[in-house]
């Protein structure tokens, strides 16, 4: 079941918020097991196929605080056996302070965390960042990034934003030594071209944290909430994707990771020798 909060639980006066769009109560698709997921405010990319465009804005939401979550969550404790928490959006990282008073609040509680990200916030010149996300990582069990595409320009097209440090948040996340789940929608006639799939396959298995690989078919389920929002649909009449060519592309794309694996194991095997 997903909610708004409505109302304020708790509110300390040095204690920070962060801006809550809504909770999943039952969450089983963004993470192992069952989870508590929670939609932050706030979101620099533009992405097409966004569903959430409500979730854009960085200010809005609830204010809620790291106790009160986790209060919440303890309240169906018994939900989440093998799940857990997953921060999702908008983008949970442009309220990283926050987060990492969440996700310090969830391992008091020997609560399992996950991240579903674009990455979009990560700079390697940026030393602040790198230093908070250095903290986060250590209290983070799992990040779900979403790559949206492997091609810098088509990457621009389709979200309004780069995809650099996106992709240099991917080996920064390997050199922590988190696990990850690369996501990936296809788009028919946007990210469905089988080289750019290969392409992102073999960026992907240069990973070695790589735990799973998500390839998610594009729907238009969005469409209502543009409607209701009295927004352009961006989109407009693109079909969704089908079920049959998903599970194509989704080989494409693991042709990538075998080829960039093999490479890697070939050219481990000459420096022994
Ligand atoms: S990153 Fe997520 S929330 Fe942000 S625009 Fe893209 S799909 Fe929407």
Request: net charge positive; with cysteine; hydrophobic share 35%.
């Amino acid at each position: 079941m997903r909610y708004t909060i409505s109302k304020k639980l708790y509110k300390g006066s040095n204690i920070m918020n962060g801006r809550i769009h809504s909770i999943e109560s039952f969450g089983t698709v963004d993470g192992p097991g069952v989870r508590y997921v929670i939609f932050f405010q706030g979101c620099p990319m533009r992405c097409l196929y966004c569903h959430n465009p409500d979730t854009w804005p960085m200010t809005g939401g609830t204010e809620m605080t790291a106790v009160e979550i986790i209060e919440d969550f303890e309240k169906k404790r018994g939900f989440y056996k093998g799940g857990g928490i997953t921060v999702t959006g908008g983008e949970p990282l442009v309220q990283i302070d926050f987060l990492i008073e969440l996700f310090e609040e969830a391992k008091r509680h020997h609560i399992h965390t996950c991240i579903d990200t674009s990455g979009i916030v990560y700079k390697d010149e940026n030393t602040e960042l790198i230093r908070k996300l250095d903290r986060l990582m250590k209290i983070t069990d799992l990040i779900m990034l979403d790559i949206k595409h492997i091609d810098p320009v088509k990457h621009i097209e389709l979200t309004s934003q780069p995809n650099d440090g996106i992709l240099a948040f991917a080996k920064y996340i390997e050199k922590r030594g988190v696990s990850v789940w690369i996501r990936h929608v296809v788009v028919p006639g946007i990210t469905d071209d089988d080289k750019y799939l290969y392409d992102l396959g073999y960026f992907i298995g240069g990973l070695s944290n790589l735990k799973a690989l998500d390839v998610l078919p594009y729907h238009t389920m969005g469409k209502t909430k543009y409607e209701s929002l009295g927004m352009a649909y961006p989109l407009g009449d693109t079909p969704e994707m089908d079920k049959d060519i998903l599970l194509e592309k989704k080989k494409v794309i693991l042709k990538g990771i075998k080829a960039r694996r093999k490479e890697i194991k070939n050219s481990t095997k000459q420096s022994l020798l």
